[in-house]
């Protein structure tokens, strides 16, 4: 894209951008949930392109958001050891073309200088221009919860809010929200509790809204996510898209993969 274009851009040009990891997951379809140890006899088996960042963007995608990801890809179906974006290589991308970039918590001191570059732009652009950022803190690490103070959105998963002690969505919000930035809004999911999200004008929540039968709850939490930066993007409330993201995630755990969100 050249810089000409790239200038005369329009915010609803502009894309979400997902940075974080993809791979491959393996999923074995069962009768029922194993018992340890045991054999179980598996019905069918399909490969999935998988990770956090990219689920979110292909459930982004399917909503009809214009959106990018940025991560490490294999040549073939299966790699190991592939490096995390660092900030030198988020260096190179031109800020310009996104309107909001969403972090999956994993390599969390290189994310922060990266979240430092956006503020920077910025500072630099009007405020109409400015670049909203969100990061998900998923995985009980200590490095990650750095993330906290980064981030207008941020995405604290059940189990990091029980390492912590709460016991529920609105504890979590409540008893984490001191660890936010100003201003910024902190949101938890907790399964079929629904989910709850605090910000400076107050504590928000959603009930959960399973399908009649559940059949798949991988990517739940990044269908979550994505469909809740989708409703944010389009300039819907806190609670509409709470809502909205309970909505999306529970229907997402009604079939297999994703193809069904868009109904």
């Given at each position: 894209m050249s810089a000409a274009r790239t200038s005369k851009m329009t915010e609803k040009e502009k894309q979400i951008l997902c940075v974080g990891l993809v791979c491959l997951d393996i999923?074995?379809?069962?009768?029922?949930?194993?018992v340890e140890d045991s054999d179980t006899r598996c019905l069918s088996q399909r490969w999935q392109r998988g990770g956090n960042a990219s689920n979110t963007c292909t459930v982004l995608s399917m909503l009809g958001a214009?959106?990018?990801?940025?991560?490490?890809?294999?040549?073939?179906?299966?790699?190991?050891?592939?490096?995390?974006?660092?900030?030198?290589?988020?260096?190179?991308i031109d800020l310009s073309l996104y309107k909001w970039i969403h972090w999956e918590g994993r390599n969390?001191?290189?994310?922060?200088?990266?979240i430092q570059q956006v503020e920077q732009y910025n500072a630099t652009v009007p405020a109409k221009h400015r670049i909203t950022t969100s990061v998900e803190i998923e995985k009980t690490r200590e490095e990650l919860y750095q993330l906290f103070g980064?981030?207008?959105?941020?995405?604290?998963?059940?189990?990091?809010?029980?390492?912590f002690g709460f016991n529920?969505?609105?504890?979590?919000?409540?008893?984490?929200?001191?660890?936010?930035?100003?201003?910024?809004?902190?949101?938890?999911?907790?399964?079929?509790?629904?989910?709850?999200?605090?910000?400076?004008?107050?504590?928000?929540h959603s009930d959960a809204f399973p399908p009649e039968k559940l059949v798949d709850t991988l990517?739940?939490?990044?269908?979550?996510?994505?469909?809740?930066?989708?409703?944010?993007?389009?300039?819907?409330?806190?609670?509409e898209s709470l809502t909205f993201g309970c909505q999306i995630a529970g229907r997402k755990c009604g079939f297999q993969g994703y193809d069904g969100i868009v109904q």
């Open positions: 999923i074995n379809v069962v009768d029922k949930f194993p214009s959106c990018g990801f940025m991560g490490s890809l294999a040549p073939g179906h299966v790699s190991e050891n592939l490096p995390d974006v660092n900030s030198e290589d988020f260096r190179k969390a001191s290189e994310q922060v200088a990266m980064h981030g207008d959105v941020v995405f604290v998963s059940k189990d990091v809010a029980g390492h529920s969505a609105s504890e979590a919000v409540k008893g984490l929200y001191n660890r936010v930035k100003p201003g910024a809004y902190l949101i938890c999911a907790w399964a079929e509790k629904g989910a709850d999200a605090m910000g400076p004008d107050g504590v928000f990517g739940a939490g990044d269908t979550f996510i994505a469909a809740i930066l989708f409703s944010l993007c389009n300039g819907k409330s806190i609670q």
